[in-house]
């Protein structure tokens, strides 16, 4: 986990700690008030934050809430945040703005629908190349200038055969020096 994900884990994790009140006191989480958002999403989280404390004979801990986050977004696997993959950490960003907000309909919409993260990855990737010339790429092998609308398969292909072409500009440029010519001006 790079630190700016880390920022941005604690930083979406102490927002759902508010928003639930959820605080320790004397070494176990408790709320402090109704649920917020009685959610699916919450609702599981606790399910299986009680089940990870169970098994080591204790109240629910803050550690057990996070962990079940993990837990969740990764569907069945205990990790430590530190050992996430990045679509993980996708995924627990993803599961904590629902606890955050379970109305946050770009938010359910993703839940539901995985790929459109990975879309949008290809998407961030390709916008680092000049527009300009994506857009040409994109006319002259798919018919469409507007790239950001074509299926995430051929937004695949896109950002190969950019690759691809890139490899292609690396390649050392050298400029033949004038030659020297013998004129005072």
């Not at 009140?21 to 009685?38: E, F, I, N």
Request: charged share 25%.
């Amino acid at each position: 986990m790079t630190p700016a994900q880390k920022t941005k884990y604690f930083r979406y994790w102490s927002d759902a700690c508010r928003v639930h009140a959820w605080r320790m006191q004397k070494g176990c989480m408790v709320s402090a008030g109704p649920l917020a958002a009685d959610s699916e999403h919450v609702h599981c989280v606790m399910s299986v934050a009680t089940k990870l404390a169970s098994q080591k004979h204790r109240a629910v801990t803050s550690d057990d809430i996070r962990h079940a986050v993990n837990f969740i977004a990764t569907k069945g696997r205990e990790l430590s945040s530190q050992r996430l993959t990045n679509k993980e950490i996708s995924r627990v960003f993803l599961l904590l703005r629902l606890l955050i907000d379970a109305d946050d309909l770009e938010a359910v919409n993703e839940w539901i629908h995985p790929e459109l993260d990975v879309r949008r990855g290809l998407i961030a990737r390709i916008g680092k190349v000049p527009g300009a010339y994506v857009a040409e790429i994109a006319r002259d092998r798919f018919g469409s200038m507007s790239w950001e609308n074509l299926p995430t398969d051929s937004l695949l292909k896109l950002l190969k055969l950019l690759g691809r072409r890139d490899a292609w500009n690396r390649q050392p440029f050298t400029v033949a020096e004038p030659e020297a010519v013998d004129c005072p001006f």
